[in-house]
């Protein structure tokens, strides 16, 4: 297993399921809605595993998702999110278009009114959400496909690592939908507004090279050499102090809303604290705060 590989306690790595009818995470028998999740010390692992279906997507695993991401161990500081077999993600799974057993076909869906439709979409972006929290950096090991909801869930991660044969495709358009896994605003950051337009409304695959070139993969490696790039990242990011860590990824996700005085002053906010974490107690008595 990918985890196993991956640096971390050395302990064995827990297997935790999250089936859409438990309220809480457990621990013990693998997914059944096609996602799997491993902890290993302060590394999870999400891992896509229905490769026979090039882990194409459902809403129960969208939910199984949401719940991991609520209930992820604090101690957890990593997020890999790979894909099993020759495909990161084929997006949304197409049988839902028209019914799948045990799932909502989209007629049903589209039946729902405006609040209930709100709140249900709402829920499915809920599994992307969580990705990008400030205590935690995600990371996409992408091989192979990564269309439409794939595309999206590798926009959710904070990095991107990607083998030479990974293609991009945001295909929602095609379909007639729109992307809304919250992959709309990571990818005009990334690759800014006309490159975004015309990825989405050609509905064209993007390659290892072009994405790389785009910004949207930070490092492109041959294909055999995906679990070693990401497990090499991982290791430089847990070189460096959790709290600081956590601290310029709060800034560095708010630089962008914020002006520049803001920005400045929510540096100072966030060095304060550093260094009265750091330095405090080494103070001669009475020093900090003697200004106030
Ligand atoms: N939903 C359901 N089943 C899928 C999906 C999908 N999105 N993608 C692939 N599969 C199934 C195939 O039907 C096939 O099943 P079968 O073995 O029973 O025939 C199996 O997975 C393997 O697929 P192949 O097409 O044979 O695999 P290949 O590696 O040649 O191609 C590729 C992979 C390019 C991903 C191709 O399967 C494909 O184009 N899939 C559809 C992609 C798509 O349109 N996704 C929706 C995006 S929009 C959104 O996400 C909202």
């Not at 990242?233 to 102090?241: C, K, Y």
Request: with cysteine; charged share 25%.
């Amino acid at each position: 297993m990918a985890d196993a590989q991956i640096g971390g306690s050395g302990e064995r790595p827990a297997e935790v399921s999250a089936s859409p009818a438990d309220e809480t995470i457990s621990a013990g028998a693998p997914a059944e809605v096609g996602v799997r999740f491993e902890v290993d010390g302060e590394i999870a692992t999400v891992t896509l595993c229905r490769p026979e279906r090039r882990n194409a997507q459902t809403p129960a695993m969208w939910s199984a998702l949401a719940r991991f991401g609520e209930h992820l161990p604090e101690q957890v500081r990593i997020v890999v999110v790979r894909g099993e077999g020759p495909s990161f993600s084929a997006g949304l799974d197409l049988s839902l278009l028209t019914g799948a057993p045990g799932q909502r076909s989209f007629s049903e869906i589209a039946a729902l009114d405006d609040a209930a439709l709100d709140r249900l979409i709402a829920e499915f972006q809920r599994g992307f959400l969580w990705l990008r929290r400030p205590e935690i950096v995600s990371i996409a090991a992408v091989q192979g496909h990564a269309i439409g909801a794939g595309f999206q869930l590798a926009l959710a991660c904070d990095l991107r690592i990607a083998a030479e044969d990974a293609k991009f495709c945001m295909k929602e358009p095609a379909l007639g939908l729109v992307p809304d896994l919250t992959g709309t605003k990571p990818l005009v950051e990334l690759v800014g507004l006309p490159r975004a337009i015309e990825m989405c409304l050609t509905a064209r695959a993007v390659d290892a090279a072009e994405a790389e070139r785009y910004g949207l993969a930070e490092r492109v490696v041959p294909a055999g050499d995906l679990d070693r790039a990401v497990n090499e990242l991982v290791t430089s990011l847990l070189a460096i102090d959790r709290h600081a860590a956590a601290a310029t990824k709060r800034l560095l996700l708010g630089a962008r809303h914020r002006t520049l005085e803001e920005q400045a002053a929510a540096e100072r906010s966030e060095q304060m604290v550093r260094l009265r974490t750091l330095f405090a107690s080494l103070a001669p008595q009475g020093s900090v705060g003697a200004g106030n």
